[in-house]
């Protein structure tokens, strides 16, 4: 039966796709239409097309075209000398080199295009000598340019023999070309630099797409449109002969080991191998449909396929192979895979259909339920049992079933409830010690034997929704829930959160190897590994692609393989230590999500919602170390050479170094690892192929940086860069003498200058006690004694005793006051306040009670600990009453004084309703013009000494009033007290 399904509904791999990586002009290449590539000595990756050159470096392209001195935009081959120079060999026969960023075109290019004229350069090759050697087609001659490459440095050699001529320079190169009209007979001469060395008969080609290659030394292969020959100097011998229904020009031709690839145009890329002069066509067959120019493989032996449709196009080093892509629209499905055994996979389709997978075949549409016995499934019955098949949508209402095996001479058992109802089979386990099978739908679990018609309820209600179920090497069953880790045991379920903190938050997988270890992946914190009764944990630090991790599988090679949601990643375990390979499965799987991953003999299968991807056994490919490049120095936003030590001032401390890593198959997913001794010699982990520093002190620096692929490989040693922060002038050694010089200088000033301060405070002390003399002397205006006397004497004469003898006690009361207090530099607030008032009461008597007057004190200022320089207020006060209150026609005047505290000052505030300072100054004007109050100049001189002891604080603010009804006088002096 097997055999006739076979006959049926194999599908070979040979029609199986491996997934491309397509670089096109969306990820900046200059243009679709590519002929060549080649990765020069540093690991840069060369692409050559018609609208210029691309230089990739993994992340993105850089572009050169005439623009930038390319000297033709057409580049149909590029090649690099033994200095790192990259040439470029153009349709118009045109030669420029790409050297430190720039392009310089050869002073030759006008001799070669006079000569060349309407043929083409097919050929390019520099020597050892750095001569460039050209084979051309459509012409009799090669040419020859010594180093300079300069028009006189142009020579143009002719072949003796005119026809196919195939020039030995060395051991390992040569260069061909070959006239534009060749007669049926065609003669291929060797040569060995200008030496003859045979000329074999080959017969007819078609000479406009000759290409060749070199097999082992002086042997060839050569083909045209149709055939394909080995040429020795001395022998011919055709391999290939191609059908006319194939015509089209051979796009690409080349040798790869014991392997040739033959590429027609929309044709892909064929395999031959080539042995023992023959040549067998191979299964490989690539990108049918696409006319492919070159095929170059990298050092981490990834593959690029240059194209004249599509751009460019890579293929891994361990590439996966897409083998079954899923139908899309609204009857689209997740296919799910299931294990029959060690060598076959079954797929699920519609319901109660599948197909089965080996490692080479795919047998397609088994409908189940036509079985009749399970032995009919594969024609043998080597898988253990039992066996669980789904097949269908197990998210839409009744579009799924599920099937058990466990006997092979009876069909598959459906799995159904206790009232025929099929179970959405979500998840299942199988328990092979007991011959069980356990299935779960959202809420429930069922358990299944070979003697049960259906499968029994166990579990009714689950404590939460369930993302896996298990069955221990103990017939354990362990489930994977949303809020923690469970199992169910003896028809019991335990709790399991609190043995390990993440087994409390989601799980996702569990899986169980040979030895007894336990590997369990979560949802956001990696994979936990338990090992008898100790823990680990594995996550990105490890290498792992994330850390939302869906299943993890171990291989019959001891690789533990674990999907997430942004790809795969393999791990190999030596002994607990773990080496990561990642795997980015975007353009096999748009949606990265696995929902399975199975292995039938040497291949690995991985499921997901969009289709069904495998990948070659064991996952031992050759692990390359990626290299790495500084870039990029800049210093304060500008760039500095990176190809010596650089000497810095001090001021030019931001610094920013950019660097890349190469690795393709990493797919621009490189870590870096980074330090900069002199600053901090802990390495430090980055995605971003640059890091800056900010304001680096003086100092000596050796940055270094590794790169890390995506395979956990690392750059031995790393590159350095250093350079040296010059210390600024005065951190040198002449600076710091001449600051001691200096220093000593200044302390001397400094001395002279204290013994100033000190001959200028006993002067001040001097013009203080002046001050003091002075202000005494004004602190009673002479008017103000003359008028209290003449009072007095007034109501003597009215014989008003009373207020005559009132007035002299009060007058004698205020001069004694004033004559106590001027003994002193400083006395209470409360005498200055009494002194005050004796004095306006005396005004006051004297104005004939033109006003009142009101002294009020804040109660935070205490009148016996405030103390204030004596009469500070009173020629003040004086001004307000002559000035401003005296001249008042009627009885309405008012004088406030206010003391508060503000700010550790005192403040005093003088305010009358008066007359105002513009009126009053008429008035002044008009009876004596030259009149300045000596007590008011003589306070200003007590607020300047005030201010010589503590700059700034002390001061006097005269305001005018609104409207000019009134004076408002504020003197702030600092607040002192007892």
Known sequence: MLSAWAAMFIATASAQQPVFKNYNVKDGLPSSETYFSMQDSKGFVWVATDQGVARFDGYSFKTYSIENGLADNTVFGIYEDRHGRIWFRSLSGKLCYWADDSIYSIGANDSIVANIKNSIMISLVIDAGDTLWCGIRGTDSYYKIYPGYKPADFHKITPSQHSVYIVKLDEQNYIFGYRSIIKDDVKISFYK?????????IGKLIPTNLSYIEISKDTFLITDTYTLYQVTPKSKNLLLSFSPDYFGKIACFLKENNHIWISKRAGGAADYLYSNGKLTKGITHYLDGYSVTHIMTDNEGGKWFTTLENGLYYLS???FIREYTLPQGPTSIEYNICKLDNRHITISKSKDTIDIATPDTIIRNVKLSSVKKAFDILGYSAYTLPVIITSGNLFELNGSSSYAIFNYNVPPKLITDSNGNHISCYLNALDTINKYVYVLNRYSVYRLDKTSSFAKLIIDKLPSRTSTCYIDNKGVLWLGCFNGLWA????????????????KDRIEDIYQAKDGTYYFATNGNGIIIKRNNTYSRLTTANGLISNNCQQVFTDTYGTIWVSTKSGVTSIADSGGHYFATKYNLSDAFPNQ???RIEQTGNKLWLSSENGIISHALPAN????????????????????????????????????ISFIGLSYNSFGKLEYKYKLDGLDSAWHVTQTPNVQYQFLPPGEYIFTVKAIAAN????????????????????????KVLAILLTLSLLYAWLSRIQKKELEKVLLGQHIANIEMKALRAQMNPHFIFNAINSIQSHILKDDRKTAQDYLARFARLIRNVMENSKLEYIPLGQEIETLSLYINLEQLRAGGKFKFNISVDPNVSTFTTLIPPLLLQPFVENSILHGLMPLQDNTGMLKIHIREHDAMLVCTIEDNGIGR???????????????????????????????LNPGMAKIIVEDKEEATGTKVIITIPLKQI
């Open 621 to 656: 490919e050759v692990q390359p170390v990626p290299s790495v490049f500084i870039t990029q120095f800049i210093v304060n936003d500008t760039k500095r050479p990176i190809d010596k030590d650089a000497s810095l001032s001090y001021s030019e401390n931001r610094i920013k």
């Open 593 to 595: 999500k696995i929902t």
């Open 488 to 503: 169910y045991e003896h028809d019991k379920l335990t709790y399991h959160g609190n043995d390990n903190p993440y087994f």
């Open 712 to 735: 956990g490989m690392e750059s031995q040693g790393g590159v350095h860069m250093v350079f040296v922060i010059n210390s600024p002038f005065w951190q040198t050694i002449w600076f």
């Open 918 to 948: 513009k009126k009053a100054g008429e008035i002044k004007r008009h009876k004596d013009p030259l009149h300045r109050s000596m007590g008011i100049s003589a306070t200003e001189d007590r607020i300047d000494i005030i201010n010589s």
């Open 193 to 201: 630099k200008n030496i003859f060395n045979g000329t074999p008969d």
């Open 317 to 319: 080093p361990h590439h």
